[in-house]
């Protein structure tokens, strides 16, 4: 068995049932992807529109595309006819242009909220006050599908600062889910470096690149 075909094994056994796995394929070639999908993976997450619009067409239609970049608005309309879940949004702007694009297709399309719970100020994502200004206005956004929340630790060795980020992440999903409702069920953190911790603090989606597909 490949590296690859062996890696997504690993995880697949690794995790809770509840927990699914994100094989982040930026950069990597189509041949990459489709070593995972023959080890069974269907959900692929890529951080740039124009790669992620070129691998969809090139691959097997039942892959499910997760956008897991930061989604500038002029750029929402050339994934959304097909992308099944956008994990980082984390402006407003954005989100009225997924709602429009969403009107234009006679579509819902699935969202997470990126929060911003990291040390440093380069990493994007709302504030608590910030998302729960959302979750008062949810109306004005009918096609969206409010699924979750989506954050990212600060870089650093600091196992008990990763912890407590990805706590604070919890936090607010816990604060909002009653305010969205049912289908608000998913906890997207974790990546390749800190995904035990992430699915111990209540992961749904983790997303794993290098360890799965090499360094990049
Ligand atoms: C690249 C990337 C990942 C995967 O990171 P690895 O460390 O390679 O596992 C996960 N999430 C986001 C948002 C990314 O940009």
């Not at 699914?20 to 041949?31: F, G, R, W, Y």
């Not at 399309?109 to 990291?118: C, F, N, P, S, W």
């Not at 305010?179 to 997303?207: C, K, Y």
Request: aromatic fraction near 10%; glycine fraction near 6%; charge should be negative.
């Amino acid at each position: 068995m490949s590296h690859i075909q062996d890696q997504i094994k690993f995880y697949t056994n690794q995790f809770p049932s509840h927990v699914k796995l994100v094989a982040v394929s930026k950069t990597k070639p189509v041949q990459d992807l489709q070593e995972a999908y023959a080890a069974g993976q269907r959900i692929f997450g890529e951080n740039y529109v124009q790669e992620l619009v070129d691998k969809h067409t090139q691959l097997p239609t039942d892959i499910e595309w997760h956008f897991i970049g930061n989604l500038q608005s002029n750029k929402v309309k050339y994934i959304a006819p097909f992308v099944a879940l956008i994990h980082g949004v984390n402006s407003i702007s954005t989100l009225k242009e997924i709602d429009k694009q969403a009107k234009k297709l006679n579509k819902q399309i699935e969202i997470l909220l990126q929060l911003h719970v990291a040390t440093e100020e380069s990493k994007f994502g709302f504030s608590e006050e910030e998302v729960l200004e959302i979750a008062s206005q949810k109306e004005s956004y009918s096609n969206v599908n409010f699924r979750g929340v989506m954050g990212m630790a600060s870089f650093t060795e600091d196992q008990s600062l990763i912890r407590k980020e990805f706590q604070e992440v919890n936090r607010i999903f816990s604060l909002l889910k009653p305010l969205f409702g049912e289908n608000f069920n998913e906890i997207s953190m974790g990546m390749s470096g800190d995904w035990e911790i992430a699915v111990e603090e209540g992961s749904t989606l983790v997303r794993i690149g290098s360890a799965i597909f090499g360094s990049r």
